[in-house]
């Protein structure tokens, strides 16, 4: 088991709602991406943090949005949510040095269903 | 486009044999090569990664894989598959331009092991 952790692990909402999933990243880890995994699909990625600042992000609609905190934790926001938006969402830490991720280890992830 | 692809949907071999799961990937630059497993309601564990060096990559649990830059692939193989090993298999790949670390995925291979 990585020491990335996720929470809550289940999560049933209605579209229109707001949710926010946390995050806390591996002891010795300073950045934080996050992952969207659609049933049967592999992982997309939807942005990354560094430095409490975002540091790349995927193909996903304003609506997505992040923080992270000066202890590299993070926060996944979704606001007005959509059908399509129900997935396994997928935390992952990493250490960047130099400008260079090393190796993302990955949470157990949240599962969010949008009714 | 950048990309990975994952040929086969599903492998199945039997306890003792051989195994290989398939990838080819479309990305610019030198990429970075990873593999991860997923057992069912986790998050993905991470097995084993290329980036320079040294074709053959071993990793945990008696997996390797080899990089072949001509044919642009990363195969998984393991030399005796075990019941164990029965679980879904991603293929990801950092872009070697850009340091947002960000991973594209394939789309998952699922390994059935029968006894």
């Known amino acids: 088991e990585t020491g990335v952790t996720q929470s809550p692990t289940h999560l049933i909402k209605t579209r229109g709602q707001q949710v926010t999933l946390r995050c806390s990243s591996q002891s010795g880890h300073n950045t934080v991406s996050w992952y969207q995994q659609a049933l049967g699909q592999g992982p997309q990625f939807i942005f990354q943090?560094?430095?409490?600042?975002?540091?790349g992000r995927g193909n996903f609609p304003p609506r997505f949005s992040g923080l992270q905190f000066p202890n590299y934790s993070s926060e996944l926001n979704v606001n007005a949510l959509e059908l399509d938006d129900s997935a396994l969402y997928l935390c992952?830490?990493?250490?960047?040095?130099?400008?260079?991720?090393?190796?993302?280890?990955f949470g157990p992830g949240t599962r969010l269903t949008v009714l | 486009a950048q990309s990975v692809a994952q040929p086969e949907d599903q492998v199945n071999v039997a306890e003792g044999n051989p195994l290989t799961v398939k990838c080819t990937y479309s990305v610019s630059g030198n990429p970075y090569l990873f593999w991860y497993v997923q057992y069912p309601n986790r998050g993905l564990q991470f097995l084993l990664k290329y980036i320079t060096g040294d074709n053959l990559v071993k990793g945990s649990y008696g997996f390797e894989a080899e990089f072949n830059k001509s044919q642009t692939s990363f195969h998984l193989k393991k030399p005796s598959a075990l019941v164990s090993d029965s679980a879904l298999y991603f293929c990801?790949?950092?872009?070697?331009?850009?340091?947002?670390?960000?991973?594209?995925f394939g789309q998952g291979t699922t390994l059935q092991v029968k006894p």
């Open positions: 990801a790949v950092r872009p070697g331009s850009g340091n947002t670390g960000k991973l594209i």
């Open positions: 992952a830490s990493s250490v960047r040095l130099a400008g260079l991720t090393d190796t993302q280890y």
């Open positions: 943090y560094y430095r409490e600042e975002e540091n």
